[in-house]
């Protein structure tokens, strides 16, 4: 990992190339069983508007947008080259052309640009942990977990992976109303569906419309 600077001035841990090919490469074989335990945890609703933060490849994307149908899917990340591998990914997927449900867009999970309560669903696959540029230090993880929370509707579903920081997370929601309503513990990943609380409001103040 190194730090980099964005255009925004951003500090993220930016992934070298042999850590990107091998994210990108291996997610594949997990992503089929975690798809698995989503599609047997969660149910979207009708027209469900639905985002993704650090998507890397897509991959996940691909598997959510065929097999759940969502009316959007946001899928997004803060590093360039893996929105560049994503779309080779998500061609290659779909040579006809990736479905019109799907969106590619740059995002940082620390500042997401998109209206407060404007999503039904959050993902993030061993995403959340690279809010701080050391994947050891929380520091800002509350910030990112905020901004998903402030993203999110009522009622409305974070499903995640993760595999730092588990229990600081599973904490931060449950403090503030989440249900977590599907959790899968494993040795060194573990995998959380939580529900957002009816009628709480996002966690930051003002309706920032950012999109
Ligand atoms: C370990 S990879 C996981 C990628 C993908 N979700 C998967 O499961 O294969 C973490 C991803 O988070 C992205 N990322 C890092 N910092 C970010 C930030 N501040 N905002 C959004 N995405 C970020 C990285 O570029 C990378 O694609």
């Not at 070298?16 to 997990?30: C, D, E, H, L, Q």
């Not at 989503?38 to 009708?46: E, F, R, Y």
């Not at 600081?168 to 569906?193: N, Q």
Request: hydrophobic share 45%; proline share 5%.
């Amino acid at each position: 990992m190194r730090r980099a600077g964005t255009e925004e001035g951003t500090v993220m841990a930016e992934m070298n190339r042999i850590s990107r090919f091998f994210v990108n490469t291996f997610s594949v074989r997990r992503n089929a069983r975690i798809y698995g335990w989503l599609a047997k945890n969660i149910a979207l609703p009708a027209e469900a508007e639905c985002l993704e933060i650090g998507c890397g490849n897509g991959d996940m994307a691909a598997r959510i947008v065929d097999g759940m149908h969502p009316a959007r899917y946001v899928a997004t990340d803060l590093d360039p080259k893996q929105l560049e591998s994503a779309k080779r990914h998500l061609a290659t997927r779909h040579p006809d052309g990736i479905p019109p449900a799907l969106e590619l867009r740059a995002a940082d999970m620390l500042h997401l640009p998109f209206a407060d309560a404007s999503f039904d669903a959050v993902f993030a696959f061993v995403a959340v942990h690279h809010a701080s540029p050391s994947h050891h230090d929380f520091t800002n993880v509350p910030h990112a977990l905020a901004e998903i929370d402030r993203v999110l509707r009522p009622r409305g579903m974070l499903a995640y992976e993760e595999i730092a920081h588990k229990e600081g997370i599973r904490s931060w929601l449950i403090d503030r109303g989440y249900v977590l309503t599907g959790i899968e513990l494993g040795w060194k990943r573990e995998a959380v569906v939580a529900t957002k609380a009816a009628g709480v409001g996002p966690e930051l103040t003002g309706s920032r419309d950012r999109g």
